[in-house]
C-alpha cells in the first residue's frame, strides 16, 4: 500500500456500513469529507470504541514511538511484525478502524511514469480497514493502517494491501476485548479476499495531492 486514499463519503455511510445501533460521539461533522486524494500526514476519520462507546474521531495518518523521532513516521504497519515488534507495542492494543472509499497504487507499465490506479470493494460500500494508534489528545496522536501481502489480482497492483474486515469482525476488533493472539490471526486469516475488490487505470493528476476532485477516481484508458 503505497499511501494515498479516498474518504469522500461521511459518518452516516460509515456506521451504516458497521451495523451499529449505538449512539456515536461525532467529531468529523455530519457532512460527507470529500476527500478524494489523502496523503500521509493529512487528519482521516478514524473509528474506534473507548468506555464511552463508540466515537469517530480525525487522527492524523502517521505515527512513531517517541524514541524514533530520527525517521518519518509510517502510516502502515506490516501485520507480520506489528504484533510483536518493539516499534509498535505501545500502540498495537489500541485498535480502530479506518473507513476508506478506496486507495491507489502505481504500477510500473513500461511507460517513463508509473500509471496510478484505484483500488475499491467491489459491492460499493467502504472498506473498513484494521488500524492501530494513539488516541491520547495531544501532539503526539496518530494512527496506522495494518497491510498485509496481497493476494489475487491484487499481486498485480501491488505486493501489500490494507487489512479489510467485515462489519461483524471490525466490531470485533474496535471492542479491544480481543486477546492479543486472537486479533494477530483474525488480521493473519480473516482478511476480505481479493474477490472483494476491483481495480482501474485513474488520470496522473492524483500525484498531485493538491488535486482533489471525484474526476480523479473515474477510470481512465
Known amino acids: 500500500m503505497c499511501g494515498r486514499l479516498s474518504q469522500y463519503r461521511g459518518l452516516h455511510d460509515f456506521v451504516e456500513t458497521l451495523s451499529m445501533p449505538q449512539a456515536w460521539r461525532n467529531n468529523i461533522g455530519e457532512q460527507p469529507l470529500g476527500h478524494y486524494n489523502v496523503a500521509p500526514t493529512t487528519q482521516v476519520a478514524v473509528l474506534r470504541v473507548d468506555d464511552a462507546g463508540p466515537r469517530a474521531d480525525l487522527v492524523r495518518w502517521g505515527w512513531r514511538p517517541h524514541w524514533a523521532s530520527d525517521r518519518a513516521a509510517p502510516t502502515n504497519a506490516r501485520i507480520e511484525k506489528v504484533a510483536h515488534g518493539a516499534f509498535f507495542r505501545a500502540i498495537w492494543p489500541h485498535r480502530a478502524i479506518t473507513p476508506v472509499d478506496g486507495w491507489y497504487e502505481w504500477v510500473d507499465e513500461g ?3 508509473k500509471q496510478p490506479y484505484y483500488i475499491h470493494r467491489r459491492d460499493g460500500r467502504p472498506a473498513l480497514c484494521a488500524a492501530i494508534g494513539q488516541f491520547t489528545g495531544n501532539e503526539h496522536n496518530g494512527f ?4 498485509a501481502d496481497a493476494q489475487g489480482g491484487l499481486v498485480d497492483v501491488h505486493d501489500r494491501r490494507p487489512v479489510v474486515l467485515s462489519s461483524d469482525l471490525a466490531i470485533d476488533w474496535m471492542s479491544g476485548l480481543m486477546p492479543s493472539e486472537h486479533a494477530e490471526q483474525l488480521l493473519l486469516n480473516l482478511g476480505e479476499p481479493a474477490e472483494a ?4 487505470r485513474v488520470d496522473a493528476a492524483v500525484g498531485n495531492v493538491r488535486n482533489q476532485g471525484s474526476e480523479l477516481i473515474e477510470p481512465v484508458q
Open 111 to 113: 511507460g517513463s511514469k
Open 144 to 147: 496506522v493502517i495494518i497491510t
Open 197 to 200: 475488490f476491483e481495480w482501474h
